[in-house]
């Protein structure tokens, strides 16, 4: 056994290396940069509403002594719940906007800004862009970062990121196997089972399975049919040594509703009165079918040299393949304010993608200042090709009109005469390292990344990429003024390239943003309170802005800025009673821009949001186990497009609960909506805007073995 460790130490450790020094591009560049410094910290567990949750957001820094809001979903919260869709699940963090201008994609803002797209798993990005929507049942939990993580993730939004914790392996034997059926049809059957492997311990295995119909309120379409499926191993070679195999494949049939128009749907249209949400804009049978199958497999390695040294490796390759057959897109109102006209598009891609994380964290003491300094590597792989019919754009007979009030269906889809092959593709490389330092009362977290990108496409013409390079620096610091609870200050900055050019043909600069953030955290009551209150003023700069002197380019002198103050708050109040409360207030603006009024304000992020959810379990007597509870989640109107031209609505939706835990089952009744709100999570346009769901309820039963 001794043997294979040292090989795979080896192996583990050429893979590193084979990471720093794979593009040859960054690692030229890589050469001439000097080390910065950044952030590390050491896994911490804390009891959050009733369900144990493990912190593993990339640095290990307990989450008290970080100097960010950082917030944690469980897997038993989202249960309850009944979140299948990640949108639905952050409606439980404040200053997270969900849902956007498609249903089945994961859109989402975070403090005022568009953070859809930077999606991790494991700390590993699990998405280029917003293209297929993570299966929730695969995971232990979700965790969001609210704020720039660009010192330790990279290139990112400067609202922040959401993590994706895996299910893994465990030292235990359990099977739960369950099934639900809901509104719309829905249903799913699904299958969680963990087992120690061969008789020994230090081998264990687990499996996630799942089928799911998602059905639509919408009229004529079939839903999304996913089959998930979710293998895992853990080998525990020895008390410091493990290394944990993940593997997962996921497809979809996609047959969903598409955004509708504000004009008719959300305000009354030319005959005075709005249209139904269920209106389909498609051609039933015919068109807005999709289909997506993913494939990943990769590995988490860890090894603890000694009372000082650990190093751990994360990899994972995933491979994508989508077909769009005959999207019928919304292009624009007629003048009769009725009449929307639309166009056909079909893509077939195949995306390849593989990351690899290596950090090494040493833990010691200088006199009393207690370390935790980590030090990292990352690579991350993207490429993708695409295979497009599209039409003439600039032929009117091209474009399939539609009565929204009278819909009258199988009119000649229009032809696609543009056949184009593009790709894309964008490499990045960071080095980064953090010490958290902690002196009686104070901790002291600093550090820093810098990153080389890479990106290009060939949409049309030759292929073209740029590079980018930059440092982004962070630094905190926590004081204990009361045991478990802190006040905290920080500073981060973030980044993220851009596509485009200028006039005179010089690639865009990335796009730059800083965060200035101050809060209280606070454990009490033996930790069956958690509470996280902050303030927070964000900068985003180089934010590509029209080119007046010369249309259809675009000159990085745009910026905008977002304050605001969020309270995220989770009890345990007394033994069955859990709750958690939010609160935002978001002050998000344009404070320069070439044709954007100053003043205006990002879209689908509203000014202010409140969460409550609350569940009550009988912990004796003859109806023990039997729980209720119930939700309140609150928007305030919201822009619908930038510059600013209309509004969305504010909305309140209410949820309830119902369950029995008998035994070896569990029997849940969700109920969505209870009062029918007609509502609209968010919009790209006059003709993108997204209805939510209308009221719906699933019975589920899963039994534990």
Do not use: C
Request: aromatic share 14%.
């Amino acid at each position: 056994m001794r043997s294979l460790r040292s090989k795979l130490l080896i192996s583990f450790s050429v893979l590193a290396f084979s990471a720093l020094t794979a593009p040859a591009w960054a690692a030229t560049d890589a050469a001439q940069a000097p080390v910065q410094l950044a952030m590390a910290g050491a896994p911490e567990t804390v009891i959050v509403t009733g369900a144990r949750i493990v912190e593993s957001v990339k640095g290990g820094t307990p989450l008290i002594e970080t100097p960010q809001n950082i917030q944690v979903l469980p897997a038993d919260l989202l249960r309850d719940q009944d979140a299948t869709i990640l949108t639905t699940a952050l409606r439980n963090v404040a200053g997270v906007m969900p849902g956007g201008y498609y249903s089945a994609y994961d859109y989402f803002r975070i403090r005022g800004f568009d953070a859809s797209g930077y999606v991790y798993q494991d700390n590993l990005p699990f998405d280029n862009g917003v293209q297929i929507n993570a299966e929730l049942y695969g995971l232990e939990q979700v965790e969001i970062v609210k704020g720039p993580a660009s010192s330790l993730y990279g290139a990112g939004s400067l609202g922040g990121l959401v993590n994706l914790v895996s299910k893994r392996p465990q030292p235990e034997t359990f099977l739960t196997v369950g099934a639900s059926y809901g509104s719309f049809d829905s249903y799913d059957f699904h299958l969680d089972g963990n087992t120690v492997l061969f008789g020994n311990p230090d081998v264990q295995g687990r499996l996630v399975a799942l089928k799911r119909h998602t059905g639509s309120f919408s009229d004529y379409t079939k839903g999304n049919d996913r089959y998930y499926v979710a293998p895992s191993l853990t080998l525990n070679f020895d008390d410091d040594t493990a290394l944990t195999l993940l593997a997962s494949y996921q497809h979809d049939n996609i047959n969903m509703n598409f955004p509708l128009t504000y004009t008719g749907a959300v305000v009354p249209g030319p005959t005075g009165t709005r249209y139904p949400i269920t209106r389909y804009i498609g051609e039933p049978g015919r068109s807005n079918m999709q289909s997506s199958d993913r494939y990943a497999i990769g590995y988490g390695f860890h090894h603890r040299f000694n009372e000082i040294f650990s190093f751990d490796q994360d990899f994972r390759y995933a491979y994508t393949k989508n077909f769009w057959d005959r999207l019928l897109y919304p292009a624009y109102l007629g003048a009769d304010q009725r009449t929307l006209y639309r166009y056909p598009y079909s893509t077939h891609s195949d995306w390849t993608a593989w990351a690899i994380d290596s950090r090494l964290t040493a833990a010691f003491n200088t006199g009393p200042v207690q370390h935790t300094l980590l030090f990292g590597i990352d690579y991350n792989d993207y490429s993708s090709t695409y295979r497009t019919n599209q039409i003439d754009y600039s032929d009117p007979a091209s474009y399939l009109p539609i009565d929204l009030y009278n819909p009258v269906y199988g009119l000649p889809l229009p032809a696609q005469p543009n056949f184009s092959i593009a790709q894309e593709l964008s490499r990045d490389l960071g080095v980064y390292v953090q010490d958290h330092a902690k002196l009686g009362k104070f901790t002291l977290t600093f550090g820093g990344r810098w990153d080389w990108s890479k990106a290009g496409d060939a949409w049309s013409g030759p292929f073209t990429a740029h590079k980018d390079h930059k440092f982004v620096p962070r630094v905190g610091v926590t004081y204990e003024f009361l045991p478990r609870a802190v006040v905290y200050g920080s500073y981060s900055e973030s980044f993220r390239p851009q596509s485009g050019s200028d006039f005179s043909g010089t690639s865009l600069a990335p796009e730059t943003g800083q965060q200035w953030e101050a809060g209280i955290k606070a454990h009490m009551w033996d930790d069956r309170l958690t509470l996280t209150a902050s303030l927070y003023q964000l900068t985003r700069q180089n934010v590509a802005t029209s080119d007046a002197a010369h249309p259809n380019f675009s000159v990085v002198t745009g910026e905008q800025r977002s304050r605001g103050f969020e309270l995220d708050a989770r009890a345990q109040l007394t033994p069955g009673w859990q709750a958690i409360l939010t609160y935002a207030y978001v002050d998000a603006k344009v404070t320069k821009d070439n044709v954007i009024p100053i003043g205006d304000h990002p879209q689908n992020a509203p000014p202010t949001s409140i969460g409550l959810w609350t569940k009550y379990e009988l912990q004796d007597g003859p109806l023990k186990g039997l729980a209720v509870g119930g939700s309140i989640y609150h928007y305030a109107s919201q822009t619908g497009d930038l510059p600013n031209t209309f509004k969305l609505p504010q909305y309140t939706l209410v949820g309830g609960l119902v369950a029995y835990d008998f035994g070896p089952f569990v029997a849940r009744v969700n109920v969505n909506n209870i009062f029918n709100k007609r509502y609209f999570t968010g919009s790209y346009n006059n003709v993108y805007v997204q209805p939510g769901d209308p009221r719906n309820y699933t019975i589920s039963i899963d039994w534990k073995l």
